[in-house]
């Protein structure tokens, strides 16, 4: 048995955001709570590519309307993923584990999956492979831009709101987690917007509500007031805003043990200091997520090697004494213009985007 769970591991390590192994075998146990043996042979039969349920019958020798249920059941716990389409059946493909699989689960959590995933976290984020391609970036609360900056559409939360209609508000697996573990802060937990799509999905499956604008927009300055962190998906054209914390988030827990996390969250903004008006009143120490400021001689001053640019300084500071300005071109983060292509960069980040490996892909869709 353990075997079909092994080859699940490594299917889904061929995945963008990676699935790797480790010597106690959390990866594994993982799984097992999640996927059937049956569910765990029907996943390694799909790919990247969406296919009607007719397509993988086929490849897998069953009856048409017996896959069409199987799938539609793992799609409905979360185990793959699944594209509503206007006419037609439902089209089902492979998804990664994070971000992806994992955060389908934030209303199927118990004890012993929260402590699984939580030894696991620190293997499953490769510090090295987000330098290269991380899956989200961050923006700033739009309070802390100063108007006279050009800032372009996709790095404003408000107008990456008001581009969608389909809109929805989903609870934070981070903070629900960590909550279930005794842990964590009291940060609001209905806080992770979803789009179009993954709205579509989101809803289906019972994991969120649908809102309009407004109350979306509402959850941008609650995120603000709250002191949480912008992370939209890496990407012009996103699915998601996640507003994380640095005591839950396993991103940004992550991040913050590097001494260096400016170098690996992909951020245009870093802070800028002012130490002439600065009254030492250290409210800005407590909203920064990263520990890039601190207080010497009552004056603040700033880590920029730490400084990830999300502006929860900058939105409180009563002086004025801090400002977000845009880092140098040689630095500025390439955002890529879909999701696809942000896929695609972490793919070929990690070694798993080969002209072979996508003919294969191919090639087990159409039989």
Same mark, same amino acid.
């Given at each position: 048995?353990?075997?079909? !769970? @092994?080859?699940?591991?490594?299917?889904?390590?061929?995945?963008?955001?990676?699935?790797?192994?480790?010597?106690?075998?959390?990866?594994?146990?993982?799984?097992?709570?999640?996927?059937?043996?049956?569910?765990?042979?029907?996943?390694?039969?799909?790919?990247?590519?969406?296919?009607?349920?007719?397509?993988?019958?086929?490849? #897998?020798?069953?009856?048409?309307?017996?896959?069409?249920?199987?799938?539609?059941?793992?799609?409905? @716990?979360?185990?793959?993923?699944?594209?509503?389409?206007?006419? =037609?059946?439902?089209? !089902?493909?492979? &998804?990664?584990?994070?971000?992806?699989?994992?955060?389908?689960?934030?209303?199927?959590?118990?004890?012993?999956?929260?402590?699984?995933? =939580?030894?696991? #976290?620190?293997?499953?984020?490769?510090?090295?492979?987000?330098?290269?391609?991380?899956?989200? +970036?961050?923006?700033?609360?739009?309070?802390?831009?100063?108007?006279?900056?050009?800032?372009?559409?996709y790095e404003s939360a408000e107008e990456l709101v008001r581009s969608h209609r389909r809109i929805l508000v989903a609870p934070c697996i981070c903070r629900r987690e960590k909550r279930l573990a005794g842990e964590g802060c009291d940060r609001p937990e209905e806080s992770c917007l979803v789009f179009g799509q993954?709205?579509?999905?989101?809803? *289906?499956?019972?994991?969120?509500?649908?809102?309009?604008?407004?109350?979306?927009?509402?959850?941008?300055?609650?995120?603000? +007031?709250?002191?949480?962190?912008?992370?939209?998906?890496?990407?012009?054209?996103?699915?998601? #805003? %996640? %507003? %994380?914390c640095g005591c839950c988030c396993g991103v940004l827990r992550t991040m913050k043990k590097h001494p260096e996390p400016a170098k690996i969250i992909s951020s245009p903004f870093r802070v800028s200091v002012n130490v002439e008006t600065c009254d030492g009143c250290g409210t800005c120490l407590d909203r920064c997520?990263?520990?890039?400021?601190?207080?010497?001689?009552?004056?603040?001053?700033?880590?920029?090697?730490?400084?990830?640019?999300?502006?929860?300084?900058?939105?409180?500071?009563?002086? *004025?004494?801090?400002?977000?300005?845009?880092?140098?071109?040689?630095?500025?983060?390439?955002?890529?213009?879909?999701?696809? @292509?942000? !896929?695609? @960069?972490?793919?070929?980040? +990690? =070694?798993?985007?080969?002209?072979?490996?996508?003919?294969?892909? &191919?090639?087990?869709?159409?039989?």
């Amino acid at each position: 048995m353990d075997d079909i !769970y @092994k080859k699940l591991a490594k299917h889904l390590d061929d995945m963008p955001g990676g699935f790797p192994s480790t010597a106690s075998g959390v990866e594994l146990r993982i799984l097992r709570r999640l996927f059937t043996p049956e569910e765990a042979a029907l996943a390694l039969s799909l790919t990247l590519l969406p296919e009607e349920p007719a397509h993988v019958a086929r490849r #897998i020798h069953l009856p048409v309307e017996e896959t069409a249920r199987r799938l539609e059941e793992m799609a409905s @716990k979360g185990l793959i993923y699944r594209i509503q389409q206007k006419d =037609g059946p439902p089209r !089902y493909l492979a &998804w990664q584990f994070a971000i992806g699989i994992w955060e389908f689960h934030v209303n199927s959590l118990d004890p012993d999956l929260v402590r699984d995933m =939580g030894e696991y #976290i620190p293997r499953l984020l490769n510090v090295e492979t987000w330098k290269k391609a991380p899956q989200l +970036r961050t923006i700033p609360v739009s309070q802390s831009i100063p108007v006279e900056h050009k800032v372009m559409s996709y790095e404003s939360a408000e107008e990456l709101v008001r581009s969608h209609r389909r809109i929805l508000v989903a609870p934070c697996i981070c903070r629900r987690e960590k909550r279930l573990a005794g842990e964590g802060c009291d940060r609001p937990e209905e806080s992770c917007l979803v789009f179009g799509q993954g709205a579509d999905y989101y809803l *289906k499956n019972g994991l969120g509500r649908l809102i309009d604008q407004e109350e979306a927009l509402n959850i941008l300055k609650e995120a603000d +007031r709250a002191g949480l962190v912008l992370s939209p998906s890496n990407s012009q054209m996103i699915s998601n #805003i %996640c %507003c %994380c914390c640095g005591c839950c988030c396993g991103v940004l827990r992550t991040m913050k043990k590097h001494p260096e996390p400016a170098k690996i969250i992909s951020s245009p903004f870093r802070v800028s200091v002012n130490v002439e008006t600065c009254d030492g009143c250290g409210t800005c120490l407590d909203r920064c997520q990263m520990g890039a400021l601190r207080l010497d001689d009552g004056k603040v001053v700033a880590d920029l090697a730490r400084c990830i640019g999300c502006g929860l300084c900058v939105s409180t500071c009563p002086t *004025k004494t801090l400002s977000l300005v845009r880092k140098p071109s040689s630095e500025q983060p390439d955002v890529p213009e879909t999701m696809m @292509k942000s !896929y695609l @960069k972490l793919a070929r980040a +990690r =070694g798993k985007l080969k002209p072979a490996r996508l003919l294969s892909m &191919w090639l087990k869709s159409r039989l």
